[in-house]
């Protein structure tokens, strides 16, 4: 049944309505949730860097649509004869942007390469940019503390969005910026395709996280959650380790702007709150269970399922509430994460012993060293027989007096 469902959704040319649309949402912003969470899990469940500035990285990878995109489309379309409205000054930016924006469809309605090229150079893009705003990020990480990291964090996310309401030609001020619809060639409604997009790309993180998660840098990322000091004592970077942590999940974080700007073929920087793209994030990690990818996943279903349900049926709960039910979702907010924390401080799936080939984890658990510390070390040989002594019991031989 959910496969035709799909496959009507992808090949019908009507605006998809109803029951229909709540699904094309869910699936969407799942997708785009779990970017967000999957990237927060690298950087907090594995590493230890609690990120509060989740929304800096999903903002600039909107701010690379309207910015960045959007000029270099305007260039290309100039180019291939098109006349277009002036648009390189800041007025002629703002004010002839949806006249441009309707050329330029009309341009894409014939040349789906020239889309599908948008596209790809747009994620390019916003994973580079989101990398180089990781490693502006992980300059005060690997010198504060994680109380002052997060106030330090929290105030670059409230920053960038001053910058996006203040300086019009990033995303059009306070009136935002219409984006060309680069799907425009394709016969159904767009948002159906971009959402299967955001959905392939999300599960594509989860397997690379995933995968980095049970490999010898994520055992090493853990290291360095659990002890810093003990890892910089055998000699391994932990600063340089922080920043390409930081650096690649604000990448891969900046995805979900790029995408959700082409959802909504607009951007403003409304769209980019902090509570949004930060704090509904960390619950999700929280619920799920921290170090856990599929406790994200989980979370992230769980969560998204729950506020587009809310937010569909918002009229029906204005008459049941005795306030305004704008508030709900904030309440609910601090609702589920203080009863998690309370009741599944390590979420609904705690994190595992990470996998190591050849190791097996249940003897090592269940196995019993019986030690008799006192005979071990009080020998009458002294200190060195004492430690000698130790040895010989941890594997499994009599401690004798020889030195």
Do not use: H
């Not at 800096?56 to 409205?85: N, Y």
């Not at 309605?109 to 705003?133: D, K, R, V, Y």
């Amino acid at each position: 049944m959910l496969q035709d469902i799909a496959l009507g959704l992808l090949t019908s040319g009507v605006a998809v309505e109803g029951t229909s649309r709540l699904i094309v949402d869910i699936a969407m912003y799942f997708g785009l949730f779990v970017i967000v969470a999957m990237a927060l899990n690298f950087q907090y469940g594995n590493a230890g860097i609690p990120n509060m500035g989740c929304a800096v990285q999903v903002i600039t990878g909107g701010f690379t649509v309207s910015a960045v995109t959007v000029r270099l489309m305007f260039t290309m379309i100039e180019g291939a004869g098109v006349e277009l409205m002036p648009w390189a000054e800041d007025f002629d930016w703002v004010y002839n942007n949806p006249a441009n924006v309707r050329t330029a469809n009309t341009y894409i309605e014939t040349n789906s390469t020239f889309g599908w090229s948008m596209l790809l150079f747009s994620i390019a893009m916003s994973i580079i940019l989101g990398a180089i705003i990781g490693f502006v990020i992980s300059l005060p990480a690997i010198r504060l503390r994680a109380t002052y990291l997060m106030i330090v964090l929290t105030t670059m996310a409230d920053a960038a969005q001053i910058f996006g309401r203040n300086i019009p030609w990033i995303a059009g001020g306070t009136l935002g910026m219409f984006i060309p619809n680069i799907f425009e060639w394709y016969p159904g409604d767009r948002t159906v395709l971009t959402a299967v997009i955001t959905l392939f790309l999300g599960l594509i993180s989860f397997f690379i996280f995933r995968t980095m998660l049970n490999s010898p840098y994520g055992r090493l990322m853990r290291a360095i959650r659990e002890n810093e000091i003990t890892v910089g004592s055998v000699g391994k970077n932990v600063v340089g380790i922080r920043r390409n942590i930081l650096m690649f999940a604000s990448g891969v974080t900046a995805l979900s702007g790029t995408l959700l700007a082409f959802y909504f073929s607009f951007v403003v920087e409304a769209n980019y709150q902090r509570a949004f793209w930060t704090y509904w994030p960390w619950l999700m990690l929280i619920l799920g269970g921290p170090g856990n990818n599929a406790g994200t996943f989980l979370g992230c279903a769980l969560i998204v399922a729950m506020r587009r349900v809310i937010i569909v049926n918002k009229w029906f709960l204005q008459n049941v509430f005795f306030f305004p039910v704008a508030y709900f979702e904030s309440i609910l907010l601090g609702v589920l994460l203080i009863g998690v924390i309370m009741f599944r401080p390590n979420g609904l799936i705690p994190e595992k012993l990470l996998y190591i080939p050849g190791v097996n984890y249940t003897m090592m658990v269940q196995e019993e060293v019986d030690v008799d510390w006192k005979e071990a070390v009080t020998t009458k040989r002294g200190f060195s027989a004492g430690i000698k002594g130790i040895f010989n019991v941890l594997s499994g031989k009599k401690a004798t007096e020889e030195s």
